[in-house]
């Protein structure tokens, strides 16, 4: 028998291929912005504390991202214990997809502002966002923690 017919055609290279996609993506628009910003000679290299963007953005990123980790954790405990194999390794991947799909709304968010206030602080968020996008990336053990529930 092929290995698709074993698994009901479930890759589970095809979720790193996603993420790799998702990462390439922000990455791209990240140097977009920054080349857009090393051009720009109005562009502010620091933090404006008068300014109330700078703390709203910065808040809603660090909360878009805190709740795609709590959606993320919600949808692992759902998972029973007594589900066949594939329905826990689709629950586990919509997990993940649904996960990235906030932080990535999260690192858009700070790149987007950092054109429009033309500023290297949302560049730099931005960018510490693609870190931690980085570090979402599916592991085995992550498998394996979600699958013995």
Do not use: C
């Not at 996609?21 to 504390?49: C, E, M, W």
């Amino acid at each position: 028998m092929e290995e698709d017919d074993l698994n009901g055609g479930y890759d589970p290279r095809q979720l790193q291929l996603i993420h790799l996609t998702l990462l390439v993506g922000q990455l791209v628009f990240f140097i977009l912005s920054f080349y857009i910003l090393k051009d720009d000679p109005n562009a502010r290299h620091g933090f404006d504390f008068r300014s109330l963007w700078f703390y709203i953005i910065p808040a809603a990123a660090g909360l878009l991202n805190y709740w795609g980790g709590l959606m993320f954790w919600r949808r692992l405990a759902q998972l029973d214990s007594w589900e066949d194999l594939q329905d826990k390794l689709r629950a586990l991947t919509n997990a993940h997809l649904v996960r990235w799909a906030i932080v990535e709304v999260s690192t858009l968010l700070l790149l987007t502002f950092a054109i429009f206030q033309s500023s290297w602080f949302f560049l730099l968020l931005g960018m510490a966002n693609i870190v931690y996008f980085f570090f979402l990336r599916p592991r085995l053990f992550t498998f394996d923690s979600g699958l013995e529930g």
